[in-house]
């Protein structure tokens, strides 16, 4: 009877968990209006007005811009047409006309003077680097549970959880734990979180300014997110210190602001690089797990144990314009968008205790509804920026049609595709990467480099859109022109989003990048 009863419990705490963390997707009919599971984001749905708006603002204040270039170009034209005798008769007329001789040019210049004073500063990505650590440090899945077995922390119907979870979430064979986490027992302290953070940051950053020929003191900002892990002196300090940057140096150490943080840095850099001409700016993205790893038996917290791996990212951003030539990618557009005024929103991802005083980040079951509201958010507000006037036309016509004189008529989902080439989707969860391969109406070639990720690395909390990107490259995919789109969710709740442009064709030969090794052998069937 006991063994009956035990059994009963744990099928209904799975069952609950599910709907927090949903581990299987049912199949679905390309014609159903309805998500393929209920509880995973949908775009079909409602669709909020001010999102909406927001977007179109965001490309009407840049239409300024948008103005004044064709009238600048249409000037230039005309002049250049211009024949000697017309410029003669000019100069003629000019002689004997002194208030317009200085009235011409006093215009001209208070036309283009605000242009030029007011056009923000283009940003380059120069080159980045993603960290990959040793081999002595990959965890298969058996090593994950042997190493979870002899620790003796959790029970029995635990290490089954996490079996299932693990068997689930699209993590290969070749993930990587800090040296502290493989341990037995697990030697988690503060000094093997800083060496772990150490060997992450420097290791990353030491692979990207070979690659930039940029020396550490000419780096005029210093941008490092994690969020877990926040010592004192803080991560961007141990840079500061490690590498002798200069005394002036603008640093930033961002804390708490989860896996979207790494986006958050990138527009972070580009405000302050439309302040301080002639810069460069380093960001570095990392998350520790020495220190986060779980040892209890709230299932809520066991989850980011079966996910969570090792890994980092180092990125060089300029706005010199010498810098364009060598650089890699130009930074088009970020959006950022915050729903933490919801109370669902802010405690659905929360770093708490459970009963027995243990420290964990606990998963709420309201997870994918937030998740699923914040993407909405993001995407909505990009998409005017980036879609093109066809796309945003037949939105705009089927969203009054709803709205305004309230047909029942199916909303119309724009093509994203058409607006970019490739997708980098923050590998949360692989039931999220399948809801945004239905709803986005992506295939699976858009949809590789993040299951790539997900299984080669596991989630690398802010990193893996870095982790993607390199996946990109290193499978000749980036071509000049190419339009790429990070999109990133963390708690808080936030969705943050970088678009960039490719500026040259990235030749895989040429690249020195944690997928190289064995790029051949990707992309490989995820049972």
Not at 23 to 48: A, G, T, Y
Not at 156 to 183: C, D, H, M, W
Not at 395 to 418: E, G, H, N, S
Request: hydrophobic fraction near 40%.
């Amino acid at each position: 009877m006991a063994a009956e009863m035990a059994e009963q419990q744990e099928q209904i705490s799975l069952q609950n968990l599910s709907l927090a963390f949903p581990i299987s997707v049912e199949p679905q009919s390309q014609d159903s209006d309805r998500p393929s599971n209920p509880n995973l984001p949908s775009f079909l749905s409602s669709v909020r007005l001010k999102y909406v708006k927001l977007g179109f603002h965001y490309l009407i204040s840049n239409a300024i811009y948008l103005l004044l270039v064709p009238l600048l170009g249409i000037s230039s034209a005309h002049i250049l047409t211009l024949t000697a005798p017309d410029l003669a008769q000019l100069s003629d007329q000019l002689r004997f006309n002194l208030v317009t001789v200085v009235l011409f040019p006093a215009v001209v210049v208070f036309l283009v003077t605000p242009y030029f004073m007011t056009r923000p500063s283009k940003v380059y990505l120069v080159d980045f680097a993603c960290y990959k650590p040793n081999p002595a440090q990959i965890c298969t899945g058996e090593k994950f549970m042997e190493i979870s077995e002899l620790t003796t922390a959790f029970t029995e119907e635990n290490l089954a959880f996490q079996r299932k979870i693990f068997e689930k979430s699209g993590l290969g064979q070749r993930t990587y734990l800090p040296e502290a986490v493989l341990q037995v027992p697990p030697n988690l302290c503060m000094a093997e979180a800083r060496a772990e953070a150490e060997a992450v940051m420097f290791g990353a950053i030491d692979q990207l300014l070979p690659k930039t020929g940029v020396k550490a003191k000419d780096i005029g900002i210093l941008i490092v997110n994690c969020s877990l892990f926040n010592p004192t002196p803080s991560l961007s300090s141990m840079i500061v210190n490690h590498y002798k940057l200069r005394g002036n140096v603008l640093s930033y150490n961002l804390g708490g602001m989860g896996c979207s943080a790494g986006l958050i840095s990138i527009d972070l850099a580009k405000q302050l690089l439309q302040v301080h001409r002639n810069s460069y700016a380093l960001v570095v993205s990392i998350e520790s797990v020495t220190l986060n790893w779980y040892l209890g038996n709230d299932r809520l917290m066991l989850i980011s144990n079966c996910l969570f791996r090792m890994g980092g990212a180092a990125i060089l951003l300029s706005n010199r314009s010498s810098d364009r030539r060598r650089s890699k990618y130009q930074l088009i557009h970020t959006v950022r968008t915050h729903t933490g005024s919801d109370d669902k929103s802010y405690n659905c991802l929360f770093q708490r205790e459970d009963k027995k005083k243990k420290i964990g980040l606990s998963v709420s079951m309201e997870l994918v509804a937030v998740i699923k509201e914040a993407i909405k958010t993001n995407i909505k507000t990009l998409g005017p920026a980036v879609l093109p006037m066809s796309e945003q036309l037949w939105f705009f016509m089927t969203l009054v049609a709803r709205k305004v004189f309230k047909m029942k008529i199916r909303p119309y989902i724009p093509d994203f595709k058409l607006a970019f080439k490739h997708f980098c989707i923050h590998v949360g969860g692989r039931p999220i990467l399948d809801e945004m391969e239905k709803s986005l109406k992506l295939t699976k070639w858009h949809m590789e480099p993040s299951r790539m990720t997900l299984y080669q690395f596991g989630n690398t909390s802010s990193s893996s859109v870095w982790y993607e990107l390199a996946y990109l490259e290193a499978k000749g995919r980036i071509r000049k022109g190419d339009r790429t789109w990070q999109i990133a969710s963390g708690a808080g709740f936030k969705c943050n989003s970088a678009v960039w442009q490719a500026l040259r064709t990235v030749d895989p030969a040429k690249e020195n990048n944690p997928w190289m090794d064995n790029i051949h052998e990707f992309p490989v069937y995820v049972p």
